[in-house]
């Protein structure tokens, strides 16, 4: 029964991502980070990934959408912007090289206003990943040797950048497409958000 259910357009589940993304000089500056690093440890995969801060990575059904917006433009619009420095690199042992984040506070606060979203980015089967130690990668699911010549290397190496985070982007990706479409750019504008539509009248 399920299969046919998600073979009709608003059934279709999809992945889903809330990103923060550098300005356009910034994200050049990564590319080239990643690409030297793609030809040097025959990592073609670090190549594509975009330059972005994941915030929360869920799948839904693809009719959910419009509910999901409206909920993330509330929360986006309490947001006040900020600054989001990046210093040098870091690593998860093994399988992933990243560039540090300096100014975690701001963006774990943003996750954490995040979270009342929660129910309407799980399914039954899927709970949203909702990411408390932010980073911007550089290469991922690396092999051992790429990840210890790498790392040997990029723990050494100096990188700094710094964006203001003015707004999140959605982004999805159907079921068995490769690549993430951004759905919608969501403004931090930090206006007291009124929740008690009854009180004003």
């Not at 050049?28 to 801060?53: C, D, L, R, T, Y």
Request: proline share 7%.
């Amino acid at each position: 029964m399920t299969n046919e259910l998600s073979s009709l357009p608003g059934y279709r589940v999809c992945e889903y991502l809330i990103v923060l993304k550098p300005h356009e000089e910034l994200q050049n500056k990564v590319m080239k980070v990643k690409e030297e690093f793609a030809e040097k440890f025959e990592a073609p995969s670090a190549k594509w990934g975009k330059p972005q801060v994941t915030l929360v990575k869920f799948s839904q059904i693809q009719m959910m959408e419009e509910r999901i917006v409206n909920r993330l433009k509330m929360i986006a619009m309490a947001m006040p912007a900020f600054k989001v420095e990046l210093k040098d690199f870091g690593s998860f042992p093994s399988h992933s090289i990243y560039i540090n984040i300096d100014t975690k506070v701001a963006i774990q606060m943003l996750v954490k206003s995040l979270k009342p979203a929660q129910p309407l980015m799980k399914t039954k089967d899927v709970k949203p990943h909702f990411v408390d130690n932010p980073q911007l990668t550089i290469a991922r699911q690396l092999l051992p040797w790429q990840y210890e010549k790498g790392w040997l290397e990029y723990s050494h190496k100096h990188f700094t950048g710094r964006f203001i985070a003015k707004d999140m982007l959605l982004l999805r990706r159907p079921e068995g497409m490769k690549s993430y479409q951004p759905v919608q750019r969501f403004e931090f504008l930090n206006m007291p958000v009124v929740t008690t539509q009854g009180a004003l009248f």
